[in-house]
């Protein structure tokens, strides 16, 4: 009977139930310091973008550039006015008194501002798709000019409904053209704010079964 027990005994297998689950507390920690660093990445990283896509990023960028250096140069404030008449004030001056005329505070710093901005967002969503962060820079240049052809189009909207703008008795920016641009512009500031990168194929995680 002892020689019994004792091959039980030796055939009976070490109990150990720690030993299987030692390694999921290390993967489970290495897993969440991975989850900022990825989220992180997610926007500073730079995207490769499409053909469709670098063609809209430079038709709409060198359109807001040419509208801002339209703005501080004095020969081509009589296109923005639409009023060959009128004889207005040369660069961002010119700019400010428009303005005023449509109830704007601060007119002249307003107008710098305008100016200032549609230069460095019009050029910044041009470089946008060659720089890192091509996420977070394609929407930081893209919500400001949504935002300034919202205001634009308030101005069409006006003109549409009997209501033009008056400077010094004349009535300005009745421009058939404005209206159809300024929406495609704010369209395709949208599109950006809504997608600013192109899309990627994304990894999906599967489980995979651990032998023991």
């Given at each position: ?10 055939a ?7 030993r299987?689950?030692e390694?999921?507390p ?11 660093r ?15 896509r ?12 040419m509208?801002?250096l ?19 004030a ?12 449509l109830?704007?505070?601060f ?13 460095a ?8 798709a ?5 996420r ?30 008056v400077l ?15 929406v ?15 899309r990627?194929?994304?990894?999906r ?8």
């Amino acid at each position: 009977m002892n020689s019994r027990m004792r091959h039980q005994t030796q055939a009976a297998p070490p109990l150990n139930p720690a030993r299987p689950s030692e390694g999921q507390p290390q993967r489970a920690r290495q897993v969440r310091s991975l989850a900022p660093r990825v989220r992180r990445d997610f926007w500073l990283e730079r995207v490769p973008e499409t053909a469709g896509r670098y063609q809209l990023r430079g038709v709409t960028g060198v359109i807001f550039m040419m509208f801002g250096l339209m703005k501080a140069f004095h020969f081509t404030l009589p296109i923005l006015v639409g009023a060959p008449g009128l004889h207005v004030a040369t660069g961002a001056e010119g700019f400010a008194r428009l303005l005023a005329a449509l109830g704007s505070p601060f007119p002249l710093l307003n107008a710098w501002m305008v100016i200032l901005m549609e230069v460095a967002c019009g050029l910044g969503l041009i470089l946008g798709a060659w720089t890192p962060a091509t996420r977070l820079i394609t929407r930081l240049c893209a919500l400001p000019m949504a935002v300034d052809m919202m205001g634009a189009l308030s101005v069409g909207v006006r003109q549409v409904r009997g209501m033009p703008v008056v400077l010094d008795g004349f009535p300005i920016m009745d421009q058939f053209w404005r209206l159809p641009l300024e929406v495609s512009l704010l369209l395709g500031m949208v599109f950006l704010l809504w997608r600013p990168a192109a899309r990627q194929e994304t990894l999906r995680a599967v489980s995979i079964p651990m032998h023991e």
